[in-house]
């Protein structure tokens, strides 16, 4: 599958049968997915009253009121916004690689004018990288689950990132920041190793490997 088809399955309201909608599109497929999961996430929250209010009439309203309140307070994701030039994406042949993520920087700063630079906030949190044009409108959502390479250009100003987008594909993010990158390469490692950390949180109970060692999410290449 092309990393630009999206599809998604939903029942027809007139025959009941369930519908198979395929797209080809303009902008990256996991962009859109991402977009319409986080809209049934909110559509099924704003619901959730309504569930609450139906359990009431049947049970106590003291036992309702008390499972309520047992439930957590969500805890918003610490989150660092620089703001840089986006130069593009562009596809790359591996997954891992200084020499590709290098061919990669070279070719859009060769490929894109400078005055067609897009003037981007990027916001980092340990769940996503979130590029959007100083104006607001949201340019992609990258998940850093996915990103298996990162590092600075042959140019101490270029920065940019592998993302695993499908199983045969592979988008590199490409980025100019004055007065060097080296503050937003941290910024996203740190994000990574958070992102790591969680996992492993979650799997506190698993067995660790004989050798004692958990290998790495992804790659970097400069100092720590």
Not at 37 to 64: A, G, H, W, Y
Not at 141 to 163: N, P, Q, T
């Amino acid at each position: 599958m092309h990393f630009r088809d999206f599809a998604y399955v939903a029942r027809d309201r007139n025959s009941r049968r369930f519908m198979c909608h395929v797209f080809r599109c303009d902008t990256p497929a996991r962009t859109i997915a991402n977009t319409l999961r986080d809209i049934c996430k909110r559509l099924m929250l704003q619901r959730r009253p309504n569930t609450l209010n139906s359990m009431e009439l049947r049970t106590e309203r003291r036992v309702v009121a008390s499972e309520y309140s047992s439930l957590p307070t969500p805890i918003e994701e610490p989150k660092k916004t620089l703001r840089c030039h986006f130069l593009g994406v562009t596809q790359v042949p591996r997954a891992t690689g200084i020499e590709i993520l290098n061919e990669a920087v070279d070719r859009l700063v060769s490929q894109v004018r400078q005055e067609r630079w897009i003037l981007a906030d990027v916001s980092i949190a340990p769940s996503t990288i979130t590029i959007s044009e100083v104006n607001g409108n949201q340019i992609a959502e990258c998940r850093v689950r996915y990103l298996s390479f990162l590092g600075i250009g042959r140019d101490i100003k270029h920065c940019a990132f592998i993302m695993h987008t499908s199983s045969e594909n592979f988008m590199c993010y490409v980025f100019h920041v004055e007065p060097n990158a080296g503050a937003m390469a941290k910024t996203i490692e740190a994000a990574c190793k958070l992102r790591y950390q969680k996992v492993l949180d979650a799997h506190a109970g698993a067995r660790t490997p004989p050798n004692g060692k958990v290998s790495r999410p992804f790659t970097c290449p400069f100092n720590a």
